[in-house]
């Protein structure tokens, strides 16, 4: 559920739901309460900019504006909380358009090394991004268990030039550092095969 309030929060833990994207607004109460009942929290790591153009138009001004700040202000209190009290954490993105954004959702990524290691990174943008889905039951789109590499799940694979365990940052430039992706398990890039 999109919701970045502790009052909003509160409302869909009463109501069930699995997992709460954004939330840069909870309250440590709330993000405590989210731990103790195995809720998910997808936050993105809106961080604090000062160069409007790196910003959509519609919160460049106005109202939308100064509510953009004050949700970028909570992300750093809302990743720590959700770290402080062991809250299952995904990595999530509004950025759609496939590979034209990709660069940007890999910087999004990278930017978690703010809060965690990069081993936590990587744990949290496959093994639970792959947990997280196959709670959708008879909705879940992918028939074969998500984020393992084992034999019969259904895995992407990428092989990176250099090791993003010492340099996450690496992640950050997809179209340089993946040296293969292996999609579908069929190979859609090899720079090695020159």
Do not use: C
């Not at 502790?6 to 989210?34: F, M, N, W, Y």
């Not at 998910?40 to 106005?62: A, H, M, R, V, Y």
């Amino acid at each position: 559920m999109h919701n970045y309030s502790s009052e909003g929060a509160r409302r869909a833990i009463d109501a069930g739901v699995k997992v709460i994207d954004h939330g840069q607004l909870l309250d440590e109460p709330t993000i405590k309460l989210i731990a103790d009942k195995g809720i998910w929290l997808s936050i993105q790591p809106f961080l604090p900019t000062t160069d409007k153009s790196k910003l959509p138009p519609e919160l460049i001004s106005g109202t939308k504006y100064a509510k953009s700040v004050l949700v970028t202000a909570g992300t750093d209190n809302a990743y720590t909380l959700a770290k402080k009290y062991h809250v299952k954490i995904a990595f999530g993105t509004d950025l759609g358009g496939g590979l034209k954004l990709a660069a940007q959702q890999n910087a999004s990524l990278v930017s978690l090394a703010k809060w965690f290691t990069p081993e936590e990174i990587l744990h949290i943008a496959t093994a639970a991004n792959g947990e997280l889905v196959a709670l959708s039951g008879p909705r879940n789109p992918y028939p074969k268990k998500l984020g393992v590499v084992e034999v019969g799940a259904y895995a992407d694979l990428l092989l990176v030039n250099g090791n993003p365990l010492e340099e996450i940052s690496i992640l950050g430039s997809p179209d340089k550092s993946l040296a293969v992706i292996v999609k579908n398990g069929e190979v859609v890039k090899n720079t090695l095969e020159k």
